[in-house]
Structures are given as C-alpha cells and as structure tokens.
C-alpha cells in the first residue's frame, strides 16, 4: 500500500532553513549549506537521493515553488528548477492564490491547490496511483502533514551544522511518537528514517 512520506534536510539544532529568508535567499542565510551531501558527494548519498524521487506524486508549499512571503507570485513564475524539473511527476503547491496548471519538461505539472491539505492529498493519492506520495516540503507544510496525522514516514537528512535561527521543522506539531526504521550516515549528513506512529 503507498505511504505519505517526507523528505527534509536539518540543521543539529532542527531548521530546515536560515533566518532571513528572501527571494534572493530562499533558504535563509547558511540554508543552502544544509544540501551540501546531495551536490558534493551524490554517489555515497545515492540511495537516499533516489529515494526522495522515487514518488508517484508531491506536495509542496507555496514557499517552497515560489520563495518567501504571502503575495501572489509573478504570472511568468516557473519554479526554481527550470524547465525540466526533478520530480518527474504531478506536484501539488498548497496555495491561497489560484493558478491554472502549470505543466514543465519531463513530466512535472505543477497543480495549485486552494482548497487545503486533505484536497491536495486526495488529489495526489489519485495521481500516484499505487505509488507514495511525498511531502516535498517546507517546514511549514510538513508540520501540517504531521499536525493532522497524515504522514507515515518521515526521513531526516541531518546536515552537521547550526544554523542558530530561522524555520523550524517541529514547532507547533504537539505530541508526535516516532520509531526510528533505519539510521545511515555519510561524512556530510545522517539520515534516519522514522515512522510516524498514530
């Protein structure tokens, strides 16, 4: 049976990003250093890496497809990623702001979400089929999965480093019970797999 999975890389002191987070910045000051192990050493992290890919559809938040900030984006606004995106598959962006379908190279078509958590994982779970789907993130989206008991795995990236301030991925989630599956670790990360227990 698929899950809902997450995938999210920590600091020790538990941000996914830095402060100051802005447009230019999008992961806050020092956040960007938190995915070191994707880029510099992608052979030893393969596994995890194929993993985060490994899903038949995503969730993201609207931070997370267009930066910091509550305004709507630009209409020419396309994602970070370029045209061909790494998903591969449908992503739905949890939004206030309505957009029409934004379809990319690749197989990635960005669906935007106003009705909730609940719609866009209802719509997700269609779209995978008898695959997971992934929450992608950020912080916030993810402690919305988890607050509402609708996550079954969480996978931690833990990057050795303190980012001092800045988005938190467990405020707010209130009694959570974890049982930690799997712990691997790698000169620049640890990555443990946990499942959430209801």
């Given at each position: 049976m698929s899950q809902v999975t997450c995938d999210l890389t920590v600091s020790l002191d538990g941000f996914?990003?830095?402060?100051?987070?802005?447009?230019?910045?999008?992961?806050g000051d020092g956040g960007e250093l938190l995915h070191r192990w994707m880029f510099e050493d992608p052979e030893a992290n393969a596994p995890e890496i194929d993993g985060i890919l490994a899903a038949g559809a995503f969730i993201m938040g609207r931070n997370m497809f267009?930066?910091?900030?509550?305004?709507?984006?630009?209409?020419?606004?396309?994602?970070?990623?370029g045209e061909e995106p790494p998903y591969h598959a449908p992503v739905f962006v949890l939004t206030h702001h309505r957009r029409e379908p934004l379809e990319?190279?690749?197989?990635?078509?960005?669906?935007?979400?106003?009705?909730?958590?609940?719609?866009?994982?209802?719509?997700?779970?269609?779209?995978?089929?008898?695959?997971d789907v992934a929450i992608a993130g950020g912080a916030l989206t993810a402690r919305q999965y988890l607050?509402?008991?609708?996550?079954?795995?969480?996978?931690?990236h833990i990057s050795p480093m303190v980012l001092g301030g800045g988005e938190r991925?467990?405020?707010?989630?209130?009694?959570?019970?974890?049982?930690?599956?799997?712990?691997?670790?790698?000169?620049?990360?640890?990555?443990v797999r946990y499942r959430v227990v209801r």
């Open positions: 996914v990003a830095g402060p100051n987070q802005r447009l230019e910045e999008p992961l267009a930066g910091p900030g509550p305004a709507a984006w630009d209409k020419e606004w396309r994602g970070w990623w990319m190279e690749g197989g990635t078509t960005f669906t935007f979400v106003t009705e909730g958590i609940e719609s866009a994982l209802a719509q997700a779970r269609e779209a995978a089929g008898d695959k607050s509402a008991g609708l996550m079954d795995e969480l996978r931690l991925l467990l405020d707010g989630v209130g009694k959570l019970t974890l049982q930690q599956t799997e712990a691997r670790g790698t000169g620049l990360v640890t990555h």
